[in-house]
């Protein structure tokens, strides 16, 4: 069974910094290009950034480009989003979720959400 | 990255069918086959429904249905039944080579 386990979110201050985690298992990781998410509180779906099976390419939403880098670790099943400067913008649940092939496609499972507060 | 334009809302009563629309450009909707649909319900994580415009995935009943022309990708979900009311996205891969959401769409059924 794919399992998708995000964690790292929380409360931070504008401009501060935070690392999001999301552990998969269930199949094969190394296999499948992974991505990130984010819902604000009431707001639609914004593709965040995804990254290939191999680790070698990333792609960015223009809102987070500069700011968030995405990165794998296929060693040990997981998936990051390092998120920088942070904004009140930036305040949304953030959902990991594994593509349908290794190069950057639809998201066939997601996690549960981490959520991420922007406040001082 | 301007989002995908779907309507705000739709509703039908039970057995009906219904079709949400998802208006984008050539350069996402109209320019690639790489359309996909999400299901999402109040509290949960999106569902991914449709993918490559017309395609679905295993498990998800054959009452959902996608298609395209031109700018404006389709969903159309026949047989309306209660468990379908929920919010619906589409998203569209883009010639920046990232992918963009649509506004999202609540369908009611009455």
């Known amino acids: 069974e794919v399992q998708l386990l995000e964690s790292g979110g929380g409360l931070v201050q504008p401009g501060g910094s935070l690392r999001l985690s999301c552990a998969a298992s269930g199949f094969t990781f190394t296999n499948y290009a992974m991505g990130w998410v984010r819902q604000a509180p009431g707001k639609g779906l914004e593709w965040v950034s995804s990254i290939r099976s191999s680790g070698s390419n990333a792609d960015y939403a223009d809102s987070v480009k500069g700011r968030f880098t995405i990165s794998r670790d296929n060693s040990k099943n997981t998936l990051f989003l390092q998120m920088n400067s942070l904004r009140a913008e930036d305040m949304a649940t953030y959902y990991c979720?594994?593509?349908?092939?290794?190069?950057?496609?639809?998201?066939?499972?997601w996690g549960q959400g981490t959520l991420v507060t922007v406040s001082s | 990255q301007s989002a995908l334009t779907q309507p705000a809302s739709v509703s039908g009563s039970p057995g009906q069918s219904i079709t949400i629309s998802c208006t984008g450009s050539?350069?996402?909707?109209?320019?690639?086959?790489?359309v996909s649909w999400y299901q999402q319900h109040p509290g949960k994580a999106p569902k991914l429904i449709i993918y490559d415009v017309s395609n679905r995935p295993s498990g998800v009943s054959n009452r959902f249905s996608g298609s395209k022309s031109g700018n404006t990708a389709s969903l159309t979900i026949s047989g309306l039944q209660a468990v379908d009311e929920a919010d619906y996205y589409c998203?569209?891969?883009?010639?920046?080579?990232?992918?963009?959401f649509g506004g999202g769409t609540k369908l009611t059924v009455l």
């Open positions: 998203n569209s891969y883009t010639s920046s080579n990232t992918r963009v």
């Open positions: 979720a594994k593509s349908l092939t290794s190069d950057v496609a639809d998201f066939d499972y």
């Open positions: 050539n350069s996402d909707v109209g320019g690639y086959n790489y």
